[in-house]
């Protein structure tokens, strides 16, 4: 209903299915709003020509990478998958929102953070089954209510709480390290238009650790692209 990537429509049949019906209530409150607005279709320009080169405070003198702005997710997406396929692997989106398809178009796989998730359960489970083993059978043997040393049913309540607890801590802090935080300037900082990035900007970039990177060459590739402001950012 929100049609958030707008495959346009004639306005009359807004929200209507093939018979021309509005399927539901919710069809029919949704349609009395009006049609969504269509996406921008021009990036807004820079009160100044941004430079082919921007140097960064302390900088290396080498890039790390280069940079474009699109209008909206969907020249963007058509962007990356472009950039994709002519042999940069090393790419990075970064809009204001969700763009479905994102992903694969940069050539990302699934997240390693479950695999971390995963081992912080593994390792909280074992410290509690060998603790409370280890003190109740051998350190401190304690009889309880007529039970066995290690009678495991006791000890199930903190086989859960240490689980959940350390891959909640594993969780956090992987997914700190793995977005490289925490990280007080990032050379794209020195962009001035990359502030939008969080309102209604949408930008790609190529890092200078690609393989088939060059400032000039993939400089002009992201122009031919159809991306604005392009520059390549120092390190």
Same mark, same amino acid.
């Given at each position: 209903m929100a049609n958030p990537h707008y495959?346009? /429509?004639p306005e009359s049949q807004y929200l209507k299915n093939e018979s021309g019906q509005y399927p539901t209530d919710d069809h029919v409150m949704a349609a009395a709003?009006?049609?969504?607005s269509h996406p921008p279709t021009e990036v807004k320009p820079h009160t100044e020509p941004v430079p082919a080169f921007i140097p960064t405070p302390g900088g290396t003198g080498k890039p790390w990478g280069a940079v474009a702005e699109f209008a909206n997710g969907t020249?963007?997406?058509d962007a990356a998958k472009k950039a994709l396929a002519a042999g940069y692997k090393h790419l990075d989106a970064w809009t204001p929102f969700y763009v479905h398809g994102m992903k694969e178009a940069i050539g990302r796989t699934r997240s390693r953070l479950?695999?971390? /998730?995963l081992a912080g359960g593994l390792t909280g489970l074992t410290a509690a089954a060998t603790l409370q083993f280890y003190l109740m059978t051998y350190y401190y043997p304690t009889i309880v209510g007529g039970k066995e040393y290690r009678a495991w049913e006791a000890f199930v309540p903190v086989?859960?709480?240490m689980t959940i607890l350390f891959?909640?801590?594993f969780t956090l802090f992987s997914l700190i390290g793995l977005c490289g935080l925490p990280k007080f300037?990032?050379?794209l900082d020195s962009h001035p238009t990359f502030n939008r990035s969080t309102q209604a900007g949408f930008f790609l970039t190529i890092e200078a650790q690609d393989a088939s990177f060059n400032p000039?060459?993939?400089r002009a590739f992201l122009e031919s692209l159809g991306g604005k402001h392009v520059a390549v950012v120092e390190a």
């Open positions: 495959h346009p /429509t709003y009006g049609p969504p020249d963007l997406l479950p695999v971390f /998730t086989f859960f709480e891959s909640g801590f300037f990032h050379p000039d060459v993939t």
